[in-house]
């Protein structure tokens, strides 16, 4: 099992080395002139050579990536180029809120994703699971966009059940007052393609021998459904959580946007708009490389729940 | 003369018009197909300037609503402007521009003014400017599905010539390809997007591209060509040794020429299949980024930016532009989807 982790962290640094080498070359073969970009048109020449200076822009290339590598390995990305905020504090300061709304999503999701997953894949065949099915494809139709549009206007404007937008600084407040909307309206939005998603899985174990047998042998309905097809569609299930796990993290930027959250995601969506380029650099980079742990986890994982899968 | 008899012999149907039978009895599939194609009609006339041309004009008042729901009296429109009514004073002995004004008259007579009706209500309402929603969601359906298509043929291209050379070849390029692959798929979908954005948006490229849709194009081809390579790959590693494709380098077919005369004809359902897939993705991806200013110009209209307006529109209520993006996106969208369906089952009977 070490060994297993071990190589497979060494199997990930030629990845982690090529997220690095094609972040740092995109930005410095096809993006803008950090200098014009922090100074503006109006600087001085003597301004921009020591803006250049300070940020190291007038060492050859190698260098400059070596210093990038650097930045990658210790934390430290220096200042953002509009706010001069620390990249590290803003990651530090925004994860929070991130996090605040998208555990839950994430916990609601593949909680009722599941259930609902289980009884259509129960009813397969019926009038019920052929309406489910027309209806998923009809609702998975129409742009995230719209949902959010309409559910703040809905429940948040007209029905004043929630706050239309905002945020605080108490954790209890943000669960209790702010978050409930957002997260209301995500896990209503990907449900539909979630439950597809999983019925799927579940139909491709219910026709599988041992749940006959099981039946054979005068199992009920229930144990089969819930000991028997779902542990063993539990690989499936848990690989789809992880490829979700990611986006945790990055927050769903719509809905932080739409929301007034100040998460991640809405970090990054500015800083694009900004050209802000450490804050989506180091964003990119950490993810990549937390997406390559969570895979690793992932895999790990799969051992504990299928006492069949060996690790090789 | 044996060509003669293989000609008179009955000839077996091809894949694809197996597929095209096979279709054809598909009731789901058949509808969403003429739903598809005359959205495509749509987009090519929208193209040439048939319809939607003068789609920027203001044929209506502001926020006229649809004509289902009536004009809508909210007094704005027809307000009584009350002036002080007070004794008529002559002051033109002490007005100095008094003697032009018979001149000016004159002059401002040989203008003719037209006086444009505008209407109240048109079929699907208009926006705040007056413009006809109805052309707009035309327009915006060319700009979207246009984007939409463009974005999955080159992402489908890229992904099916990486994904020949990796599986067809091997070796070391196939591990190159590899790792490119894996370093693409490491970064999250949506990280990759926005670098892919702020570079385009203010790196030297930039002038270039101009803020048109070509920038959308590129950005989501870069990033949804690795699903298609995966597959592509996997369709080549399985093909390569198979006996025709022998039987091709027996007789002398170059590489080149076993891998796109003989193995593509022979892959190329799933091709067809992941490039319709991407094509639903592209256009939501499209909407979204549209709407966050990622995406296309403003001066121009997509289903995504008529999706942005909509969002302050609903708070005064005017609800059509919103409805009416949405109503024309979920049609296209989900006939796609369904062909897409009936496509995958039409080309591949064994799936069922």
Redesign the interface.
């Known amino acids: 099992m070490l060994s297993y982790i071990l190589r497979r962290i060494w199997q990930m640094l ?3 080395l ?2 690095i080498l ?2 740092f070359f ?2 410095k073969l ?3 002139d950090p200098v014009e ?1 922090m100074a503006g048109l109006k600087a001085s020449p003597e301004r921009l050579a020591s803006l250049r200076a300070q940020l190291g822009l007038d060492k050859s290339v190698p260098e400059q990536l070596w210093v990038f590598v650097q930045q990658v390995f210790t934390f430290n990305w220096g200042k953002s180029w509009t706010t001069n905020e620390s990249i590290s504090d803003i990651f530090a300061t925004r994860l929070p809120a991130t996090l605040t709304i998208m555990v839950p999503i994430l916990l609601l999701e593949v909680v009722l994703a599941i259930g609902a997953g289980l009884a259509v894949a129960y009813v397969r065949g019926s009038l019920t699971d052929r309406a489910i099915m027309i209806l998923t ?2 609702a ?7 949902y959010i ?2 559910g703040q ?1 809905l429940f948040g ?1 007209v029905l004043g059940w929630f706050p239309v937008q905002g945020w605080s600084n108490s954790l209890w407040k943000n669960l209790v007052t702010y978050a409930p909307l957002p997260v209301f309206l995500a896990v209503l939005v990907s449900l539909a393609p979630q439950t597809r998603l999983y019925r799927s899985f579940f139909l491709d174990e219910i026709g599988q021998d041992y749940v006959r047998t099981a039946r054979a042998k005068g199992v009920s309905e229930n144990a089969i459904l819930f000991k028997h097809v779902l542990r063993n569609a539990m690989i499936p299930i848990l690989t789809n959580v992880a490829t979700g796990l ?2 945790v993290f ?1 927050g769903s ?2 809905i932080e ?1 739409f929301f007034s959250i100040p998460g991640l995601g809405r970090e ?2 500015v ?3 900004r ?1 802000d ?1 450490p804050v ?2 180091a ?2 980079v950490y ?3 937390l ?2 742990v969570i895979n690793l986890i992932t895999d790990v994982l799969y051992k504990f729940v299928d006492p069949r899968v060996t690790l090789k | 003369m044996s060509t003669d008899i293989v000609q008179s012999l009955p000839q077996s149907p091809g894949v694809w018009k197996q597929a095209w039978i096979r279709l054809k009895t598909d009731k789901v599939g058949m509808v969403s197909l003429y739903v598809t194609l005359f959205f495509i009609v749509l987009v090519l006339a929208a193209q040439l300037g048939l319809v939607a041309r003068d789609w920027q004009k203001e044929v209506g008042v502001p926020f006229a609503a649809p004509t289902l729901v009536g004009k809508i009296a909210d007094g704005t429109q027809n307000a009584i402007v009350e002036t002080v009514v007070g004794p008529n004073v002559d002051i033109s002995d002490v007005d100095p521009l008094a003697p032009r004004y018979k001149e000016w008259e004159e002059r401002s007579a040989q203008f003719k003014t037209t006086v444009t009706v505008k209407a109240d209500t048109l079929p699907f309402g208009a926006d705040q400017q007056g413009r006809d929603v109805f052309s707009k969601v035309i327009k915006g359906a060319q700009v979207s599905i246009t984007v939409g298509l463009t974005a999955a043929l080159f992402a489908t291209l890229i992904g099916t010539i990486l994904g020949a050379i990796g599986g067809y070849f091997g070796g070391r390029i196939g591990d190159f390809l590899e ?2 692959y ?3 798929t ?3 979908y ?3 997007v ?13 002038s270039t591209l101009g803020s048109g849709v070509w920038t959308v194009v590129i950005i989501l081809s870069l990033v949804g060509w690795t699903g298609i390579y995966r597959l592509v790959r996997a369709e080549y590693m399985k093909h390569r040794s198979r006996e025709y494709v022998m039987a091709a380098e027996a007789i002398g077919a170059s590489n080149a020429s076993r891998m796109f005369t003989h193995i593509l004809p022979n892959i190329s359902h799933v091709v067809l299949v992941q490039l319709s897939l991407h094509v639903v993705g592209f256009i ?1 991806a499209e ?2 980024l549209s ?4 995406g296309v110009p403003i001066d121009m209209v997509s ?2 930016t008529m ?1 942005a307006e ?2 302050t529109e ?2 005064q209520g005017k609800w059509w532009q ?1 409805a009416t993006a ?1 109503l024309f ?3 296209f ?2 006939a796609f ?2 062909l897409t369906d009936a496509l995958r089952d039409a080309l591949d009977p064994k799936l069922r």
């Open positions: 030629p990845t982690l090529g997220v094609l972040i995109l930005f096809f993006g803008g970009i494809t009809v998975l139709s129409i742009s995230f966009l719209v549009i309409v206007y404007f990611p986006g990055i930027f719509l946007v990054i969506l800083a694009v708009n050209s380029y989506i650099q964003a990119t993810l990549a490389a997406t390559m | 790792w490119v894996n370093v693409f490491a970064i999250p949506i990280l990759l926005f670098a892919l954005a702020a570079v385009l948006k203010s790196g030297p490229l930039a939501k909407v979204i709407y966050l200013g990622l289903w995504g999706l909509a969002q609903l708070v919103l949405t996106m979920a049609t969208v989900t989807a369904l």
